[in-house]
């Protein structure tokens, strides 16, 4: 297994007088495709991620992989088919953390099942080779019986069609993974601070800091690659201020419920909802994720924050299909993220209009810029994003890897019963660790199935450096359910600590930085009790 300790990471970066082919400034779904596709390619490559890899945007998706049959709708046909190739290549090369999920289009109209058959027979035909399977009208009986739950009240049949659902933020930390596998420097909480420049002003290097010891470090480069979604635009501005915005924030939100909603292994995807936007409800890791909306926004953060009307309209819809009505008591979690769409000219506030094929932008002092796209076509992002830094950077021209390289982790027929699936084949390394400490075996709350073990994981195998790191991104407590993730904070600062030689006041602010955020997943504020910490339950 490849070396993550980062120290040992980080020492890569100390020579002044060495030359990078490429650096990538962006941890998420872009920046790890193009540093696995620079890697494997064999360049010189160093990506730099601000906080943790996948914090923004990449961890906050529907959790499908998908050609975009909301895409299909708008004529966009190289899109869909490009995405829906990706997808098959996807489950090909990562089939651990992607699979084969089935969606029902509930119909209530009496042409609804002659139209969406259609529509959908043409989304699959435009997969080809790597198609999921076919769609197929079922009856109002059928629907009923993958659909328990479903609202019966006019309902007339349905619409049966396959797409891909995955583990966003897992698959990062795969990725981040396989580029250290292929060759490449991968290092989170580095913040690019500046930009350097040749005597012909060309972009030369950049300045980063590590937002852990404050050290800065100067990197020198063939080229830079600005890929951090919805921040492009400060990278740009570093490099010619004034420059007009590039990206078109829009927020999408998700709602968590018990699988109690809706229990079957089916997701229903709503094609039209009042205000005209796409809904899915999807079975994951045992829970229901509804969503998503599209809100059209001025600003853009690390921590975007659910509006109320957003939370209003999941929940107003679920319950015109849903035969038990979700009330925000339900709510187990609420997270939402930020799309960077490329800024349209003129009026922007349709966000659903805006096309979400990625664009790459050349700078005149070289600076590569790539924004839209979707999770789904991350490798052809990285690609392309490559090529256009082989022929800015003048590099050696190579092909790309990518299409058949086998993403870290990569196991096939994994048993999704166990929660361990989506490490893949690091499962059986990683429940080792129980034979270094028994305790580590144990659960870390009643209500969740991570053990001890995946935090020591998290820690000395995944690049995770806090809490937050844990609990959002490596297991998936704070996504799923906020208030056991709260809970569970203290057992994960102290395992945390134990490992990175951290002291008690930093375990402290941990837990107290956690809690904060968490509460901004709840509908309600939440306050773990010193009676319910895990330590004491155990």
């Known amino acids: 297994m490849v070396a993550t300790n980062r120290s040992d990471i980080v020492k890569s970066i100390t020579d002044p007088n060495k030359i990078w082919d490429v650096v990538i400034v962006g941890g998420g779904a872009t920046g790890l495709g193009a540093a696995v596709d620079a890697a494997s390619r064999g360049y010189k490559t160093l990506l730099l991620e601000q906080a943790d890899f996948a914090k923004g945007t990449s961890s906050r998706s529907t959790k499908l992989v998908h050609g975009g049959v909301r895409y299909l709708a708008q004529g966009d046909i190289g899109l869909v088919r490009e995405a829906l190739h990706e997808r098959g290549l996807l489950l090909k090369n990562a089939p651990h953390l992607v699979k084969n999920e089935s969606f029902v289009i509930p119909n209530y109209e009496w042409w609804g099942g002659a139209f969406y058959t259609i529509g959908l027979t043409l989304y699959d035909l435009l997969a080809g080779k790597l198609g999921f399977g076919r769609a197929k009208h079922i009856s109002k009986k059928e629907v009923i019986s993958k659909l328990p739950t479903i609202n019966q009240k006019g309902l007339r049949g349905g619409v049966v069609y396959h797409d891909g659902q995955f583990d966003d933020s897992r698959l990062a930390v795969n990725l981040a993974q396989t580029a250290l596998e292929q060759g490449a420097t991968v290092l989170n909480y580095f913040r690019v601070v500046s930009l350097i420049k040749d005597d012909q002003q060309k972009i030369a290097g ?62 229903i995807m709503i094609p039209k909802t009042e205000d005209g936007r796409v809904l899915f409800a999807v079975p994951w890791h045992d829970k229901l994720v509804v969503g998503t909306t599209d809100t059209p926004l001025n600003e853009h953060s690390l921590e975007p924050r659910a509006l109320e009307e957003e939370i209003d309209f999941i929940i107003r819809t679920a319950e015109k299909y849903l035969s038990k009505a979700p009330t925000r008591h339900d709510v187990l979690s609420v997270f939402a993220g930020l799309r960077p769409l490329a800024a349209p000219e003129g009026d922007s506030s349709k966000t659903k209009e805006i096309s979400r094929s990625h ?171 010193p009676k319910s910490s895990p330590k004491e339950r155990m």
Not at 220 to 230: D, F, P, Q, R, Y
Not at 238 to 262: N, T, Y
Not at 444 to 449: E, F, L, T, Y
Request: aromatic letters at 6%.
């Open 359 to 529: 664009k790459l932008l050349v700078s005149d002092s070289g600076l590569i810029t790539i924004t839209g796209g979707k999770w789904t076509t991350y490798r052809r992002m990285g690609e392309d994003t490559i090529n256009k830094a082989i022929e800015v950077g003048k590099l050696d021209p190579k092909p790309s890897m990518t299409k058949d390289l086998s993403i870290h982790g990569s196991k096939l027929n994994v048993n999704r019963d166990d929660h361990l699936y989506v490490y893949g084949s690091d499962e059986n390394a990683l429940l080792a660790l129980v034979n270094e400490n028994a305790e580590w075996g144990k659960k870390m709350h009643p209500d969740m199935p991570y053990i001890q073990a995946e935090v020591v994981w998290g820690v000395r195998h995944e690049m995770a450096r806090n809490v937050e790191d844990i609990l959002a991104r490596r297991v998936r407590s704070l996504f799923l359910n906020a208030r056991a993730a709260i809970d569970m904070a203290p057992l994960v600062a102290g395992l945390i600590a134990k490992e990175l030689n951290k002291d008690a006041a930093w375990e402290k602010e941990q837990v107290a930085s956690f809690t904060f955020l968490a509460n901004g997943y709840l509908l309600e504020p939440y306050q773990a009790s």
């Open 206 to 267: 950049v300045i980063t800091t590590d937002m852990e010891t404050d050290q800065t470090y100067t990197i020198k480069c063939k080229t830079v690659i600005n890929a951090t979604g919805v921040f492009v635009d400060d990278l740009l501005q570093m490099d010619k201020p004034g420059k007009k915005p590039m990206v078109r924030p829009s927020q999408g939100v998700h709602l968590v419920l018990d699988r109690s909603f809706m229990p079957g292994e089916d997701a």
